[in-house]
């Protein structure tokens, strides 16, 4: 009527299923991890490109006099004066050259060039050095 069974005959190991389950498990886990490593090292690498971008940046933002400075001169009401400063800055970082130079017109006349009437922009120069300061000084 009741049927026996002996177990030490009826479980000899591990069967075919159990180690299929137990051989998808460690897949997924280790897909699992793999995907959360990679994901850092993605993000980790995008924030150290937006870093390394935002310090190009500053670098371009700083501007260097590239060529010459040359200062014109009149006669001003009996006196000589500098009328007109003329130089090219460039980005610090091998950019390409600004001219900050204002557009000027000639009118004949010997009190030297006028600013044009069509400047659509005004340089503005701060200076310094050990004995003064200036800001804002208008370079027209």
Same mark, same amino acid.
């Given at each position: 009527?009741?049927?026996?069974?002996?177990?030490?005959t009826?479980?000899r190991g591990?069967?075919g299923?159990?180690?299929?389950?137990?051989?998808i498990?460690?897949?997924v886990?280790?897909?699992?991890f793999?995907?959360?490593?990679?994901?850092m090292g993605?993000?980790a690498?995008?924030?150290?490109?937006?870093?390394?971008?935002?310090?190009?940046?500053e670098a371009?933002?700083?501007l /260097? $006099?590239?060529?010459? #400075?040359?200062? =014109?001169? &009149? !006669?001003?009401?009996?006196t000589?004066?500098?009328?007109?400063?003329?130089l090219?800055?460039?980005?610090?970082?091998?950019? /390409? $050259?600004?001219?900050? #130079?204002p557009? =000027?017109? &000639? !009118?004949?006349s010997?009190?030297?060039?006028?600013?044009?009437?069509?400047?659509?922009?005004?340089t503005?120069i701060s200076?310094?050095?050990?004995?003064?300061?200036?800001?804002?000084?208008p370079?027209?």
């Amino acid at each position: 009527m009741f049927w026996t069974v002996d177990r030490s005959t009826s479980e000899r190991g591990i069967t075919g299923l159990e180690t299929a389950i137990i051989l998808i498990a460690f897949v997924v886990v280790a897909s699992v991890f793999a995907f959360t490593v990679l994901s850092m090292g993605i993000f980790a690498s995008e924030r150290s490109k937006e870093t390394v971008f935002a310090g190009l940046q500053e670098a371009k933002s700083t501007l /260097e $006099p590239r060529g010459a #400075t040359v200062a =014109y001169k &009149a !006669d001003r009401g009996g006196t000589d004066t500098i009328y007109k400063v003329s130089l090219i800055v460039t980005n610090a970082v091998d950019g /390409e $050259p600004v001219d900050l #130079t204002p557009p =000027y017109t &000639a !009118d004949g006349s010997a009190a030297g060039p006028d600013i044009s009437s069509g400047a659509e922009y005004k340089t503005i120069i701060s200076y310094s050095d050990i004995n003064q300061v200036m800001s804002d000084v208008p370079g027209v």
